[in-house]
C-alpha cells in the first residue's frame, strides 16, 4: 500500500519529519547582492500555495514571516526566484500582492503572484469573443485585466432578463416585463470562481448553454456540443477560519455538471480547466519564475521547482502531475537525440509519434528549463495529519472519495508528497538543505 504509506506517517504526528532548526545554511561572509555574484545564483525556484500554507482566511500563519526573512536579503530583495500560486480568482494580482506584502513583512511584486485565472491571458482566441464571466469580486475587471474586451457579467443578464432569476423567490420581478433586444449573443463562458448567489449562476449559465449564447432562443439540448466553457479553480474545498474546509469553487462545478448531465443527458465539456492541478498553470508559474530569475540578472537555468501547498488533491497533485510531465518531456528530448544520431549514421529511425508534438503551450511560453517539480506537504492548512486513521486502510483515499475534479483521474502516485513539513518555515530551511544553497549576506 505504498500509495497510503504517507498518510500513517502523517496521522501519527510522531511521525511527521521533524527539519532539524539549525542554521542550515552557512554564512559566507561576503558583500553584494544576489544579483552580483554567480556563487549566490539559485537553480531554483519556489512556488507557494497561499490560503493553507501562508494565511486562513485573513489571518496570517506565523511560520510564515519567518520563512520569508530568510528568502530576502537585507535590502528585501528575494534571493530566490518565487511566485504564489493560488487557487483564488476573485481580486486582481495587485491587491493579492499588496496583502501578501502586509502579511509577510516583505515586498511582493503582482509580477510574483498568479491567480487561477492568470493563464487566460493565453487565451487569446476568446479576447475579442463576447464572453459571459461568473464569479465574485471585481470580475468584469479581472476580464478586462487579462485581455477579454467585450465582457458580460451575471447581473447584466439578470438586469436584462428580470424573468430568468426565479429560484429566489423574493427577487421574482413584480411586473412582467418587455422581450429584449439588443442583448449581444454570448460566445464563451468563463466561470473564474464560486459566486455569491448560486441559484441564480447556475440558472443563467444552463440558460447560456441551452440556448448556445442567445437568450431569446428556446433550449436546444439536441446539439452534439454547447458554447465554450472555461473553468478556472476546481478545489472542492478549502480551508479558512473554520474547522472544517469550505466549499470551494470545484463545488460549484460539480452542481452545473450534475445539473447540466441531468436536464440534457450530456457530460458538460470543458474547453479549458485552468488554475492548479493542470499541467497548463505549472508551465506558467514556471515561465513567471523564469522571467524574475531574468530580471534578477540570475543566468544558472532554473533547475528544480519547489512546489508548497496544503492540499493533497491541488497542491501535491500538481506539483506531481508538472513533474512526470517533465520527467517525460525529458525522455522524449533524449528520444529524439537518438533517433538524429542513429538516422545520422545512415540507418533508418523510426521517431516515436509524440517526440515531435511537444506541448503547444512551449511555442507560447518557451520551453521550460526545470527537470523537476518537488511537492512539499504543510500541515497548516487542509491536511490534518491528525485525523484518526480508519481500521480498514482502503477507506482513506480512493476513487470513491477522490476530491478532485471530474476530468482528473485518480492516480494514488500524484497524491503523495515528496515531503511532509509542519509548516512553510520547516519548508523552506529543507528546501535550502536539499540545494546545499548559501544565502548572500
Ligand atoms: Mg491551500
Given at each position: ?59 496570517p ?25 493560488t ?57 478586462k ?23 429566489d ?42 440556448t ?83 530580471q ?10 519547489y ?7 491541488t ?125 548572500p549576506?
Open positions: 500500500m505504498k500509495a497510503l504509506s504517507f498518510i500513517f506517517r502523517a496521522a501519527n504526528s510522531l511521525c511527521i519529519r521533524q527539519v532539524e532548526q539549525r542554521t542550515l545554511f552557512a554564512r559566507c561572509g561576503m558583500c553584494g547582492s544576489a544579483s552580483s555574484n554567480s556563487k549566490f545564483e539559485p537553480g531554483f525556484g519556489l512556488l507557494f500555495d497561499i490560503d493553507g500554507v501562508l494565511v486562513r482566511g485573513k489571518t500563519i506565523p511560520a510564515a514571516k519567518k520563512a520569508f526573512q530568510k528568502l530576502v536579503d537585507s535590502n528585501g530583495q528575494f534571493v530566490v526566484p518565487v511566485v504564489f500560486v487557487n483564488a480568482g476573485n481580486c486582481l494580482r495587485q491587491k493579492k500582492a499588496d496583502h501578501l506584502s502586509h502579511i509577510l513583512g516583505v515586498p511582493i511584486s503582482q509580477d510574483q503572484v498568479m491567480m487561477s485565472h492568470s493563464p487566460l491571458r493565453m487565451f487569446k482566441k476568446y479576447h475579442d469573443k463576447c464572453v459571459l464571466v461568473s464569479g465574485q469580486g471585481p470580475v468584469l475587471d479581472i476580464a485585466n487579462l485581455g477579454f474586451m467585450n465582457v458580460v457579467s451575471i447581473d447584466m443578464i439578470r438586469e436584462s432578463f428580470p424573468l430568468l432569476d426565479m429560484v423567490h423574493n427577487r421574482r420581478p413584480k411586473l412582467p416585463s418587455s422581450p429584449v433586444v439588443n442583448f449581444p449573443k454570448i460566445e464563451a463562458v468563463i466561470l473564474f470562481g464560486e459566486p455569491i448567489r448560486w441559484e441564480t449562476n447556475l440558472q443563467l449559465i444552463v440558460d447560456i448553454l441551452l448556445n449564447g442567445n437568450l431569446n432562443n428556446p433550449y436546444e439540448s439536441s446539439h452534439s456540443s454547447h458554447l465554450p466553457l472555461l473553468a478556472c479553480n476546481m478545489d472542492l474545498m478549502w480551508m479558512a477560519e473554520a474547522q472544517a474546509p469550505r466549499f470551494g469553487h470545484g463545488t460549484f462545478l460539480v452542481c452545473l455538471e450534475n445539473i447540466y448531465k441531468k436536464i440534457t443527458g450530456k457530460d458538460l465539456k470543458y474547453e479549458a480547466l485552468i488554475g492548479k492541478p493542470s499541467e497548463l498553470t505549472y508551465h506558467f508559474a514556471e515561465y513567471l519564475i523564469r522571467e524574475q530569475a531574468a534578477m540578472g540570475w543566468r544558472a537555468p532554473i533547475r528544480s521547482l512546489a508548497i501547498g496544503d492540499n493533497l488533491m497542491d501535491i497533485y500538481g506539483a506531481n502531475l508538472y513533474n512526470r510531465y517533465l520527467v517525460e518531456r525529458a525522455a522524449r528530448k533524449s528520444a529524439k537525440a537518438v533517433a538524429k544520431v542513429v538516422a545520422g549514421t545512415g540507418t533508418p529511425a523510426t521517431v516515436p509519434q509524440e517526440v515531435d508534438t511537444d506541448n503547444a503551450w512551449e511555442s507560447e511560453l518557451a520551453s521550460p528549463t526545470a527537470t523537476s517539480c518537488k511537492s512539499i506537504l504543510v500541515c497548516t492548512g487542509v491536511f490534518n495529519p491528525l485525523t484518526e486513521v480508519p481500521k480498514d486502510a482502503s477507506q482513506c483515499i480512493k476513487e470513491t472519495v477522490f476530491h478532485g475534479h471530474r476530468d482528473f483521474h485518480f492516480d494514488p502516485a500524484l497524491v503523495e508528497p515528496g515531503h511532509i513539513v509542519p509548516d512553510v518555515n520547516a519548508a523552506v530551511e529543507l528546501i535550502f538543505e536539499q540545494e546545499k544553497y548559501e544565502m549576506v
